[in-house]
């Protein structure tokens, strides 16, 4: 028995009909029930849906076997774990933003306001840029319209809602996409059953 | 070994068994002080899991540390004249922990090996961390790898500290697809590339992972890993913990710290690996060691806690009641007696909760008897 953990919202959704194709296929989830584990016995695997920045704890510490998890995750929070597929599905980008006007001083420390401080911290320490970190939570782009922050560093899906807010994307920082991630230890012990899954989930990407 | 031992933590159980292994192949206890000098430490650093460190000042004013590390402590007291040295411990670290972001004590018992390393040697220490698995749990894999054929791997890739630190980060990760994004931006040539894809991808048999990984040696520093690798696996073929060793040639850690072979043991139910160590002679000689060769494992008991600080059998195999009417000479011949059967007792005035499984007897008087609940 294989335990998946996948993200609640569309990603996940998405992924859970690619593991309905390649053969593990689960009744429950579609269901319309409150349950939270869904387990299909006859193809040897369980999935629950959890938070899509709870993944990657659910893998690490061995809850799930296995997860998809985005990219920005597992570099924000540097999770001891294999990271054996790139789905190549829920592009996005990591970005620095600002509003359309905003010329860098590089004689005073940079505001940055972000969810993603690990990120962001790698990113300006690989260009020496002396930066202020302001730790939000949501609705990253009031930072710099407040005058809260210089720039925001976060995740732009299609620039609209920057657009919308008058800021830009200045610097593209990485592409993201989501991850097929296994916990160590269960690797070692079902290596078949996670190295079937890895390859029948690339197979049926490339279609 | 249970037996009259059956009140002991199973960890603690745990701990007397693997003293008796390591005693049995003529490993010596090594024993240290809680403290050394944050001096010793700093200069280290580069050997020592993480950056944080206690400190305090001592009573003459010195800077120390409650320890963060055996392996350092055992290698600097290593005796020099000596051919080699079989050491073994069971000791507490102080470490920062990642997941609290607290320091955490944790339990480590392993064993060192300092001076000449034979190939009969190595077997034995792997043999060891197999046993020590299974005295955890009989469902245990211990993982083998050989630092030299990562590293002779990536002398084939590049030469660029920075680029061969994000490499090894990948090798870990077995994240093939962005090992060949970062060695297409960067112009790596392709057939290492290739054969770093093919090693990330586990076998179906140790026999199968060899070959593969001979038929792909792209130098002599990768050659020879994969030999070394072979003739240890020939020899645990003769025993029957062959079927508990799992050979993955893109495992890899601190090159700065391994040299040769690396071990990581795993056992059921426990998310993380349990037992690491391997060959790290640089260490030796960064001590000024005559002598330049050690290999050596921990277990990490921090990561066993909840599957094994459990007990068998809690509270004892009777309990007496007594009161102030109780004669205190049947009193004493009923405990005495018990005691000699080897039966343990609690002489209690007041029959107490959660009693489990424990026979109940009262002295009332001159009378003893059994009580039912």
């Given at each position: 028995?294989?335990?998946?953990?996948?993200?609640?919202?569309?990603?996940?959704?998405?992924?859970?009909?690619?593991?309905?194709?390649?053969?593990?296929?689960?009744?429950?989830?579609?269901?319309?029930?409150?349950?939270?584990?869904?387990?299909?016995?006859?193809?040897?695997?369980?999935?629950?849906?959890?938070?899509?920045?709870?993944?990657?704890?659910?893998?690490?510490?061995?809850?799930?076997?296995?997860?998809?998890?985005?990219?920005?995750?597992?570099?924000?929070?540097?999770?001891?774990?294999?990271?054996?597929?790139?789905?190549?599905?829920?592009?996005?980008?990591?970005?620095?933003?600002?509003?359309?006007?905003?010329?860098?001083?590089?004689?005073?420390?940079?505001?940055?306001?972000?969810?993603?401080?690990?990120?962001?911290?790698?990113?300006?320490?690989?260009?020496?840029?002396?930066?202020?970190?302001?730790?939000?939570?949501?609705?990253?782009?009031?930072?710099?319209?407040?005058?809260?922050?210089?720039?925001?560093?976060?995740?732009?899906?299609?620039?609209?809602?920057?657009?919308?807010?008058?800021?830009?994307?200045?610097?593209?920082?990485?592409?993201?996409?989501?991850?097929?991630?296994?916990?160590?230890?269960?690797?070692?012990?079902?290596?078949?059953?996670?190295?079937?899954?890895?390859?029948?989930?690339?197979?049926?990407?490339?279609? | 070994?249970?037996?009259?031992?059956?009140?002991?933590?199973?960890?603690?159980?745990?701990?007397?068994?693997?003293?008796?292994?390591?005693?049995?192949?003529?490993?010596?206890?090594?024993?240290?002080?809680?403290?050394?000098?944050?001096?010793?430490?700093?200069?280290?650093?580069?050997?020592?899991?993480?950056?944080?460190?206690?400190?305090?000042?001592?009573?003459?004013?010195?800077?120390?540390?409650?320890?963060?590390?055996?392996?350092?402590?055992?290698?600097?007291?290593?005796?020099?004249?000596?051919?080699?040295?079989?050491?073994?411990?069971?000791?507490?670290?102080?470490?920062?922990?990642?997941?609290?972001?607290?320091?955490?004590?944790?339990?480590?018992?392993?064993?060192?090996?300092?001076?000449?390393?034979?190939?009969?040697?190595?077997?034995?220490?792997?043999?060891?961390?197999?046993?020590?698995?299974?005295?955890?749990?009989?469902?245990?894999?211990?993982?083998?790898?050989?630092?030299?054929?990562?590293?002779?791997?990536?002398?084939?890739?590049?030469?660029?500290?920075?680029?061969?630190?994000?490499?090894?980060?990948?090798?870990?990760?077995?994240?093939?697809?962005?090992?060949?994004?970062?060695?297409?931006?960067?112009?790596?040539?392709?057939?290492?590339?290739?054969?770093?894809?093919?090693?990330?991808?586990?076998?179906?048999?140790?026999?199968?992972?060899?070959?593969?990984?001979?038929?792909?040696?792209?130098?002599?520093?990768?050659?020879?890993?994969?030999?070394?690798?072979?003739?240890?696996?020939?020899?645990?073929?003769?025993?029957?913990?062959?079927?508990?060793?799992?050979?993955?040639?893109?495992?890899?850690?601190?090159?700065?710290?391994?040299?040769?072979?690396?071990?990581?043991?795993?056992?059921?139910?426990?998310?993380?690996?349990?037992?690491?160590?391997?060959?790290?002679?640089?260490?030796?000689?960064?001590?000024?060691?005559?002598?330049?060769?050690?290999?050596?494992?921990?277990?990490?008991?921090?990561?066993?806690?909840?599957k094994l600080h459990v007990r068998n059998k809690i509270g004892t195999d009777v309990i007496v009641v007594y009161n102030e009417n109780s004669d205190i000479n049947i009193l004493a011949d009923f405990c005495n007696k018990l005691s000699a059967d080897g039966i343990s007792y609690n002489a209690v005035t007041k029959i107490p909760e959660n009693i489990c499984n424990s026979k109940v007897y009262s002295v009332d008087g001159t009378d003893v008897k059994e009580v039912t609940l």
């Amino acid at each position: 028995m294989i335990s998946v953990a996948l993200p609640k919202g569309r990603l996940g959704n998405k992924v859970f009909d690619i593991f309905a194709k390649i053969g593990y296929d689960c009744d429950e989830m579609h269901s319309d029930s409150r349950q939270l584990v869904f387990t299909s016995e006859e193809n040897g695997i369980s999935y629950f849906l959890v938070k899509p920045s709870d993944v990657s704890i659910y893998v690490e510490h061995g809850a799930a076997d296995i997860g998809i998890v985005g990219k920005d995750i597992l570099l924000e929070y540097e999770p001891d774990v294999y990271e054996l597929l790139d789905l190549g599905i829920g592009k996005c980008r990591m970005c620095v933003a600002g509003k359309n006007d905003f010329v860098d001083n590089p004689d005073v420390a940079l505001r940055v306001a972000t969810k993603f401080v690990n990120i962001a911290k790698t990113y300006y320490k690989s260009i020496n840029r002396n930066i202020e970190i302001i730790k939000l939570n949501g609705s990253i782009e009031l930072a710099p319209i407040l005058d809260l922050s210089d720039v925001i560093v976060d995740i732009v899906e299609t620039g609209t809602t920057l657009k919308e807010n008058n800021l830009d994307v200045l610097t593209e920082i990485l592409p993201i996409s989501a991850r097929l991630i296994a916990n160590k230890a269960s690797y070692k012990f079902k290596t078949e059953e996670i190295n079937n899954i890895v390859t029948k989930f690339s197979e049926e990407l490339k279609k | 070994m249970s037996g009259n031992l059956s009140f002991l933590y199973n960890d603690e159980l745990t701990v007397l068994k693997l003293r008796k292994l390591y005693e049995d192949r003529g490993f010596k206890k090594f024993r240290m002080s809680k403290f050394e000098s944050y001096d010793f430490y700093a200069r280290n650093k580069d050997f020592l899991v993480g950056n944080r460190i206690i400190t305090f000042t001592d009573l003459n004013g010195k800077l120390m540390a409650l320890k963060p590390d055996v392996t350092l402590s055992i290698v600097k007291n290593a005796d020099n004249t000596a051919d080699r040295q079989k050491l073994y411990y069971t000791e507490n670290v102080y470490r920062e922990s990642k997941d609290i972001h607290e320091f955490k004590e944790i339990s480590q018992v392993g064993l060192e090996v300092l001076g000449d390393i034979d190939l009969f040697q190595t077997v034995e220490i792997i043999t060891l961390a197999v046993k020590s698995l299974l005295e955890l749990d009989e469902n245990a894999i211990l993982e083998i790898s050989h630092m030299g054929y990562t590293e002779g791997l990536l002398d084939c890739l590049t030469n660029d500290t920075h680029l061969r630190a994000e490499l090894h980060k990948l090798f870990k990760e077995k994240n093939a697809h962005d090992l060949i994004k970062l060695a297409e931006s960067n112009s790596l040539p392709k057939s290492p590339v290739n054969t770093a894809v093919d090693v990330m991808s586990c076998k179906s048999s140790n026999d199968e992972t060899i070959e593969n990984a001979l038929s792909n040696a792209l130098n002599n520093r990768m050659q020879e890993a994969v030999k070394e690798v072979s003739a240890i696996f020939s020899l645990l073929k003769k025993t029957d913990l062959d079927k508990h060793i799992r050979i993955d040639f893109s495992v890899t850690d601190d090159p700065g710290y391994y040299n040769g072979i690396l071990m990581h043991g795993y056992v059921h139910s426990i998310p993380r690996d349990v037992l690491s160590g391997g060959r790290y002679d640089s260490l030796m000689s960064k001590m000024g060691k005559d002598k330049t060769q050690a290999m050596g494992f921990a277990i990490y008991f921090d990561a066993l806690d909840r599957k094994l600080h459990v007990r068998n059998k809690i509270g004892t195999d009777v309990i007496v009641v007594y009161n102030e009417n109780s004669d205190i000479n049947i009193l004493a011949d009923f405990c005495n007696k018990l005691s000699a059967d080897g039966i343990s007792y609690n002489a209690v005035t007041k029959i107490p909760e959660n009693i489990c499984n424990s026979k109940v007897y009262s002295v009332d008087g001159t009378d003893v008897k059994e009580v039912t609940l």
